[in-house]
């Protein structure tokens, strides 16, 4: 097992590596000149040359890339053209809410959707599962920000069951912080929801048609024992790769969901960069998120080992 996952992590190291590139290349051919921006309307010539050269726009592309490389395996990612603050700085600042309300939207995802997912397979063909999966097709179908804004219409404004906006930290208590949270992680999970249910269901209708099921039925073992000790385990495998997978459209879901619910995290720092082409911020933004998706993806493929022994061979 050891020697399985030191082998997916060297392979992670190429894919960061083009994935580096990629950010870079992409965003310097974006269309939009940082420098006439910062120098403004007004600006002459001259301006614009002596702004290019403190960024560094005037040098040849692959000796800004090799400079950005170098900083970044310093753990340097450079300063905001606008704010002239560190990105690492700007981003810790940020994190804190954005990862609150994915951690919260996947626990609450994962705790909804399997359980639906495995009704659904075992009541195959019936009223409760059609009704589950009528549930994961409107997941599907609406969109983060109408579920947000109804959300935050109805709980926050009409019933003022929760505050609309903002975030509070976890220090400053639990429930602060999870009534902040609950609105914004339940239209982030709508969609997620859907996806893990409907691949628990397909997964677990082919689990429950092996012969050692039907064996464990004919011992006279209850539901629950087949469904959710038996079954479940030997169908965790894809469950696992789509909870995995899911977390990149989660990323993209936070950042309109920060803006609907005005949460200051790194989804709102990410428009805010686009908006106004501050590159070294907007690199930094999805080098994390790369990053952070590469090591869960490894992490899922580790776990195959564990939930299926014949992975390792």
Do not use: C
């Not at 082998?7 to 894919?15: I, S, Y």
């Not at 994935?19 to 940082?34: E, H, K, N, R, T």
């Not at 614009?48 to 753990?75: E, K, N, S, T, Y």
């Not at 038996?230 to 990149?248: D, E, F, Y």
């Amino acid at each position: 097992m050891l020697l399985y996952a030191l082998r997916r992590l060297l392979a992670t190291l190429p894919v960061m590596a083009l994935v580096g590139f990629f950010i870079f290349s992409l965003l310097y051919l974006a269309p939009g000149d940082p420098a006439a921006m910062i120098a403004g309307d007004q600006a002459t010539p001259e301006d614009l040359a002596r702004i290019r050269a403190d960024l560094g726009l005037d040098r040849a592309f692959l000796v800004r890339f090799g400079d950005w490389a170098w900083q970044v395996l310093h753990f340097d990612l450079g300063k905001s053209i606008f704010a002239g603050t560190p990105v690492t700085e700007m981003i810790g600042q940020r994190i804190g809410p954005t990862f609150s309300l994915l951690v919260l939207t996947i626990v609450l995802a994962v705790l909804v959707a399997i359980p639906l997912g495995v009704v659904a397979a075992w009541r195959a063909g019936g009223l409760l599962d059609r009704a589950i999966m009528a549930f994961a097709v409107f997941g599907f179908s609406v969109p983060v920000f109408a579920i947000g804004y109804m959300l935050a219409y109805v709980a926050a404004l009409q019933l003022k069951w929760l505050p609309v906006q903002g975030y509070v930290p976890l220090d400053q208590g639990l429930w602060p912080w999870l009534e902040r949270l609950i609105l914004p992680a339940l239209a982030m999970s709508f969609g997620y929801v859907a996806l893990i249910a409907r691949i628990t269901r397909t997964a677990m209708l082919e689990v429950l048609r092996q012969d050692y099921v039907r064996t464990a039925r004919a011992k006279g073992l209850g539901s629950f024992g087949i469904l959710f000790v038996h079954a479940l385990k030997n169908a965790s495998v894809p469950i696992v790769t789509v909870v995995g997978l899911g977390i990149a459209m989660l990323v993209g879901g936070a950042v309109v969901t920060e803006s609907v619910f005005a949460i200051p995290g790194v989804g709102r720092l990410t428009v805010d960069a686009i908006l106004r082409r501050d590159y070294p911020v907007i690199q930094g933004i999805v080098l994390m998120f790369s990053f952070g998706y590469t090591l869960i993806n490894l992490a899922i493929d580790i776990s195959y080992t564990w939930l299926d022994p014949r992975i390792r061979l």
